[in-house]
């Protein structure tokens, strides 16, 4: 079956998300509000529209890859929106991240308008973006996960099937309340380590080979050194940005209270992560979290003088 598809969020992970699937052979329609994304998107290969409801009447798939679920929300909704423009029985795929429960209400809103739907955030980057390498969670029936799956195989490597409306969402929160939360530990150990004399290869040696290992050390160490790709090594340039960990944690925390969870580490984490990128930290990797905790530990003499 040909099919088309509407790609509507151009920005740095949905233009080369766009651009991988006009190298796979569809044919893609798309639209963004910055003129800079739409020059991008067409010198890429996608049909640029004159607005995301056109892009979606003309299509049997709809990908969205925006800010914020107020965006997804508010892009699907009422008269004007793309849910009331496209054909009845439309494939509404979500790529953002986005809270659980405004995907949950997206999933609703779909199909109260006789569409069909997936939640599908994904992990890897704006480099796994470029590459086609990206991770897929996807929440949603069988069947549309299955129409779904050569579209997303097509600009990732791994696509995972979590469950119902919703589970790729929280499949990708639980993940990264992980990642915030080890990336704190281990930057933690680090400094501690520093204190206590002990060098940063020494640490990394026994711990990666040790129950300390975890992704945070072992692929995106927050010290330069021994793990020469990872972005400390390069003046902490992202990677993966402080401000966008501190958005992931703030769906974390907002998940942790309305699942009645108690949990301390996630919230922690979260006010840990928006400091962070409320200060300098919005623009760099978020393993630049070590510099604040080194920043805001006291140093050997005050602790001698407290002694
Ligand atoms: P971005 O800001 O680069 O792109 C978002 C784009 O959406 C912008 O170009 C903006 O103009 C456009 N947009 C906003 N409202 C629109 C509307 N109503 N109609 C059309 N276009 C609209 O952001 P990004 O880095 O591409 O991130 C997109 C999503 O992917 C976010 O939810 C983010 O959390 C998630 N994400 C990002 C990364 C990353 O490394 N950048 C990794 C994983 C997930």
Redesign the pocket.
Known sequence: MSRTIAF???????GPMAANLVKAGWKVSG????PE?LDKARSAGVTITAS?TEAAGGADTVIT????GK?VL??YAGPDGLLAAAAPGTLFIDC???AVDDARAAHGLVAAAGHRGLDA???G??GGAGAGTLTFMAGGAEEDFDQALPLLEAMGKRVVHCGGPGAGQAAKVCNNMILGISMIAVSEAFVLGEKLGLSHEALYDVASAASGQCWALTTNCPVPGPVPASPANRDYQPG?AGA?MA?DLGLAAQALRTAGVEGRMGALAEEIYRGFADGDGADRDFSGIINAIRANSTTQETVKETV
């Open positions: 509507i969020g151009l920005g740095n992970m949905g639209f963004d509000l910055a994304a995301a890859m925006l800010p914020a965006h508010a892009a953002s991240t986005i955030p994904v992990s980057g704006t993966f966008l958005k």
